[in-house]
């Protein structure tokens, strides 16, 4: 029944290089699912037991903001590196490597001192870019007739990872003995996710053009507009919500919220996220166009972002939920890159460049929200930036949603 409802009947006539996708349909959605919870924990696991490892290390400020910054940067470059990987290996052995080197940089990071957890965090980010990026592919060829919905499913799932990241982490310190404990503990979730795949792709995972055996060199998109529109789009998202993890609760607190319940709303908008993914995306995806969807998303944010800016002790909640429901346009950003390509090959390409350069213009967004706080003693400016961004990501998005192909 499960394979039925994904798409993925025995009886599907699908060609000899796609037939992983019928023979093991629940186990690889499993498998998905598995891999999208283990690509955020390891980045919103650090945030709550950040003050611990920095005293307990004997960490300056400037080593806790290179730990905080460095996992978007390392999916920007990671990301990019993706498509050749995939094309060398194969898709299935690319995903395979991604969690072998995911589970590898949790526990080196908890070994021994500063630079080691730099180095293992390095590890780690490098690992959940490269899922980032392929995980789409696999969606859209192993799933070809159910890619709204699957889409959804892995978004929901990359979400939940998140939130259960931020949650978990603090009982896990106390648990296992520490920061370290907590932090590695994570390893056990994606040694059980690379187990999950190996069986999935036992019998030889196929798609992308990545696996035929003949590894043929996908086109270039880099002179395509459609593929920067894209590009720019996923960049001003991931823009938005780096800011809105990094400093939302700060806002909140500078608004008279208590330090508790500011976590708590920080929480309720990544549990937003999650039934917003499993409904939206399969829904647009059956449209031609997505375009109203992305900018309805984007607009109830901006009324989010402007109560911030004109009222934030007003109702602090209905704001952390408009905020919350407007940052759920990324699971449309990521059926944006399955949708607009036509091929296995084309959509490795742009998950990888839309990912690989998106998170480099997302980079740069916490840390410009923060100087613009310092430079003004208050939140109102950043927070008119954040508007101006998400009004530029409505924009973009609309024009990247319209039913067209790279």
């Known amino acids: 029944m499960f394979d039925i409802l994904l798409g993925v009947s025995v009886k599907s006539e699908l060609p000899r290089a796609r037939t992983f996708a019928v023979a093991g349909g629940t186990l690889l959605a499993l498998a998905v699912i598995l891999t ?32 905080t910054t460095m996992p978007s940067l390392c999916f920007a470059f990671a ?9 060398r290996v194969g898709i299935g ?15 080196i990071r908890v070994l021994d001192g500063p630079l080691v957890v730099l180095g293992g965090t390095l590890i780690a980010g490098a690992g959940i870019a490269l899922g980032n990026v392929l995980i789409p592919v696999v969606v859209k060829d192993s799933f070809p007739a159910r890619i709204g919905m699957m889409t959804g499913v892995y978004t929901a799932a990359l979400q939940g990872g998140g939130a259960l990241g931020s949650a978990a982490t603090p009982p896990m310190d106390d648990l296992l003995g520490g920061w370290r404990g907590a932090w590695a503990g994570w390893a056990a979730i994606a040694l059980v996710a690379l187990a999950a795949w190996l069986l999935a792709i036992r019998g030889g995972l196929t798609g992308g053009g990545t696996d035929t055996g003949r ?22 998202q991931a823009f938005i919500a780096y800011i809105i993890m ?40 059956r449209q031609g166009s997505q375009t109203w969807w992305i900018v309805g998303l984007g607009a109830i944010g901006l009324v989010g972002t402007i109560g911030l800016i004109v009222a934030p002790s007003a109702a602090p909640v209905v704001w952390a939920v408009l905020v919350g429901i407007g940052m759920s346009v990324f699971s449309l950003a990521l059926t944006t890159i399955a949708l607009r390509a036509r091929s296995g090959q084309d959509t490795t390409s742009l998950s990888g460049m839309a990912q690989g350069y998106g998170y480099l213009i997302a980079a740069p967004g916490p ?6 706080h310092d430079w003004t003693a208050a939140w109102t400016v950043p927070l008119i930036m954040v508007a101006v961004v998400v009004v530029l990501q409505s924009v973009v998005g609309g024009v990247a949603g319209r039913n067209r192909y790279v």
């Open 246 to 285: 990094g400093w939302f609760p700060q806002v909140l607190m500078d608004a008279g919220v208590s330090r508790g319940d500011a976590g708590l709303l920080q929480g309720l908008m990544s549990l937003l996220a999650v039934p917003i993914s499993l409904v939206v995306p399969a829904i647009a995806a």
């Open 367 to 372: 840390l410009l929200f923060g100087m613009l």
């Open 36 to 67: 999208a919870l283990n690509l955020r924990p390891a980045v919103t696991s650090v945030g709550p037991l950040l003050d611990k490892a920095q005293a307990d290390l004997g960490a300056s400020s400037t080593w806790a903001g290179l730990l």
């Open 93 to 107: 052995a690319a995903v395979a490597l991604a969690l072998g080197v995911l589970t590898a940089g949790l526990v």
């Open 79 to 87: 990301g990019l590196a993706a498509p050749a990987l995939a094309r």
């Open 215 to 236: 590894h043929e060199r996908g086109r270039s998109l880099l002179r395509s507009p459609l593929a920067w529109t894209v590009t720019v789009f996923f960049g001003l």
